[in-house]
């Protein structure tokens, strides 16, 4: 609901909402017109950053034995994460990767809860070039780890060639080669992005439809109150899915991990 506020100052409802609304203008005076370079979307992804290394820096700079309030809710998201993805996806070797799940899950979950933070109200994810680079980065791991554990061609070995019998592979390795080098990124990114844009469209729609409805008659006034208890309702429905997919992203991302360290197929 970025636009949102803006045009609802200036007296003006643009509804129904459109992907221009997620296409913000440039936060700093100075550039060419219609400048994108540093955006509110930028600023947002800046701000998780450092909210980020503030808060563990902060949180472990002096550990104690008995933990701080904060050491507990930074040690308990670690845990979480080590215990109940690193660990269950991938043995006892997902310990290692514990600290980049970590990094991945707290990143996405604070960047998608901007969606429903007043003032910021959009998630940087909801534009497909961050669901993306966070994909790439994940399939560049999965794909590192894969070949440092088995060697370059045991690696594509395991990851093309099912036990099956000769005489199919050749039909299976196409579709093996697509699935796991093509599919798993596009739709790591596109779950992630998918989900993000379609919830803030959702509270777009209400938000604006409930102002629209008002604007044009006031015998909608009622219906316009419905329209803006559905948007509380589905910003409820919207943290659900907002934990729900910093959660998947980070499980399948260890998946991943797990099979290119797996020995057979």
Not at 51 to 79: D, H, M
Request: net charge positive.
């Amino acid at each position: 609901m970025n636009g949102a506020s803006n045009v609802l100052a200036q007296g003006e409802v643009n509804f129904p909402p459109s992907v221009e609304d997620f296409y913000l203008p440039s936060i700093v005076p100075w550039g060419a017109h219609n400048n994108y370079w540093f955006t509110k979307i930028t600023f947002m992804v800046w701000l998780a950053v450092g909210i980020l290394i503030l808060f563990f820096l902060l949180s472990y700079r002096n550990p104690k034995l008995v933990p701080t309030k904060k050491q507990w809710l930074a040690e308990s998201i670690y845990g979480f994460v080590r215990n109940n993805i690193a660990v269950d996806m991938i043995g006892h070797a997902g310990v290692r990767f514990a600290p980049y799940f970590t990094t991945l899950f707290c990143f996405v979950l604070l960047t998608n809860f901007f969606a429903i933070v007043p003032l910021f109200q959009i998630s940087p994810n909801s534009h497909i070039a961050f669901p993306a680079f966070l994909a790439l980065i994940s399939y560049v791991l999965f794909n590192y780890v894969g070949i440092k554990q088995h060697g370059f061609v045991k690696y594509f070995k395991n990851a093309l060639v099912p036990p099956a019998p000769w005489y199919i592979l050749p039909l299976l390795i196409p579709i093996e080669a697509f699935s796991t080098f093509l599919v798993r990124p596009f739709s790591l990114a596109v779950r992630l992005f998918a989900n993000m844009f379609a919830g803030h469209m959702l509270l777009l729609v209400f938000t604006l439809g409930g102002f629209a409805m008002l604007n044009a008659n006031a015998l909608l006034a009622p219906i316009s109150v419905v329209s803006w208890l559905m948007t509380i309702a589905l910003t409820f429905l919207e943290f659900l899915v907002i934990v729900l997919q910093a959660y998947v992203f980070t499980v399948l991302t260890a998946s991943y991990v797990q099979g290119a360290l797996a020995e057979e197929h």
